[in-house]
């Protein structure tokens, strides 16, 4: 029976250390370096970049969908009304999402430096 487990463990010890380069294959299009997890950090950084960027083209275009309304509701107070909550909304959204984005890229500076620093 330890002979078979000493077998195991070899073979199984292998296939462990070879699928250690896999990381690689993630990091180095992330711009790491091979064997730095950093790239972790770029990964969640380029993640919150694309969905504050979903969100600011989500408030853009509900900032026109607002401005349209103003323009077609000609005297309806209420249609009015209802497209200019529409764009107080959306540019709050905005201010929102900028300054999350400007939060995130503090964040990732602040980690970067940190774990950076020995």
């Known amino acids: 029976m330890s ?3 000493t077998i195991l463990s070899k ?7 070879a699928a250690s380069s896999v990381w690689d294959n993630y990091s180095i299009p992330m711009g790491a ?10 990964l969640a950084g380029n ?18 969908w607002g401005a349209t309304g103003m323009i077609n509701s000609g005297g309806n107070e209420e249609g009015r009304e ?13 201010i929102l999402a900028i300054i999350s984005s ?4 503090f ?3 602040l980690a970067t430096d940190v ?3 020995n």
């Open 3 to 5: 002979l078979l487990n």
């Open 11 to 17: 073979i199984f010890i292998q296939v462990a250390y």
């Open 82 to 94: 209802k497209a200019k909550k529409i764009v107080i909304f959306a540019v709050g959204g905005l």
């Open 102 to 105: 400007g939060l995130i890229n």
């Open 115 to 117: 774990t950076s620093a």
């Open 107 to 109: 964040v990732d500076t």
């Open 33 to 42: 370096s091979p064997g730095n997890p950093d790239f972790i950090a770029r």
């Open 47 to 64: 993640v919150g970049s694309l969905f504050l960027q979903f969100i600011s083209g989500g408030a853009v275009l509900a900032i026109m």
